[in-house]
């Protein structure tokens, strides 16, 4: 009787033991599906600055050719006739 008694204490010393490492794995856990929100968060921010900066910068480039730049000359012509375009086919399209 006495093995046994020894046998099921150190089961539930060994079953103690699992229990606190599970719990502490799942709070690890639960701080890493945090971490990786936050992380989704930020990239998801980052991209959306990283638009509104090529934005920016294609906007500036255009304005810096129409002041006389030669670097970008080239896009902003083709831009302004993308831009004639799309005015001629509305204005056909309001004859109509």
């Known amino acids: 009787m006495n093995g046994l008694s020894e046998l099921i204490d150190s089961l539930e010393i ?34 959306n600055e990283i638009a509104t900066l090529k934005s920016q910068l294609d906007d500036l480039k255009m304005v810096n050719s129409l002041l006389g730049s030669e670097e970008n000359k080239r896009e902003t012509k083709l831009k302004i006739n993308s831009l004639i375009r799309e005015i001629d086919y509305c204005i056909a399209q309001l004859s109509d």
């Open 14 to 47: 060994k079953f103690f033991k699992l229990n606190q490492k599970l719990i502490k794995l799942e709070r690890r856990n639960t701080e890493l599906l945090e971490k990786i929100k936050e992380s989704e968060d930020i990239q998801t921010r980052q991209s």
